[in-house]
């Protein structure tokens, strides 16, 4: 049986430069359109279909600068990281257990915020925002998958067990959200 703490996991590292690259462009989208209702507060957002689907509500609430700035420079300087530390293990780079404590504390972190946002936007603002929900999207499986790699460096044998079971746990996840989103927000309806 292989060592699963010394091999490269090639597959989180690919994920991670897809789902950095994903993440980076909602966020940079977002950025743009923020810049957009700055430059002109009476302006539409390009990515407001109605009121239910719709940035500008998030952009413009005190949700959407949590700290003090607009939330999507979070995501223009965080989804870097992935992308970097992916290409990296793609070239053969290693990294030691405390750093991949430290990746994982930024995606537990994101994560987290990710989940706080979900509330806010279903439970608060009673919107969905589509590039909110591309970062949701990425951001979910971005944390199961180092995780169960942290283990899986950290020797817990059981954990490269749980590789397989990231896809239900992002599926399971992104069911929970769209669940509560129909029973408070009936966006099935809206469509």
């Known amino acids: 049986m292989p060592d699963t703490r010394s091999a490269r996991p090639t597959v989180l590292a690919v994920w991670l430069v897809i789902a950095g690259v994903v993440g980076w462009w909602a966020a940079f989208s977002l ?84 989940v706080w946002l979900i509330g806010q936007s279903v439970f608060v603002l009673a919107t969905l925002c589509p590039w909110c929900m591309v970062t949701w999207a990425v951001t979910i499986p971005t944390f199961y998958a180092v995780t169960v790699h942290v283990l899986r460096v950290s020797g817990i044998r059981w954990a490269r067990r749980l590789g397989p079971w990231v896809p239900l746990a992002t599926f399971l996840s992104y069911a929970v959200v769209a669940v509560i989103a129909q029973l408070r927000l009936d966006w099935l309806s809206q469509l």
């Open 31 to 114: 950025t743009m359109e923020r810049f957009h209702l700055l430059a002109d507060p009476d302006a539409i957002a390009s990515c407001d279909f109605s009121l239910l689907v719709q940035c500008t509500a998030n952009l413009q609430s005190a949700q959407g600068s949590v700290f003090g700035f607009p939330n999507p420079i979070l995501g223009l300087t965080g989804w870097v990281a992935p992308v970097v530390v992916g290409v990296a293990v793609l070239a053969g780079a290693r990294f030691a257990r405390w750093f991949w404590w430290c990746f994982w504390a930024g995606t537990a972190f994101a994560f987290g915020f990710v």
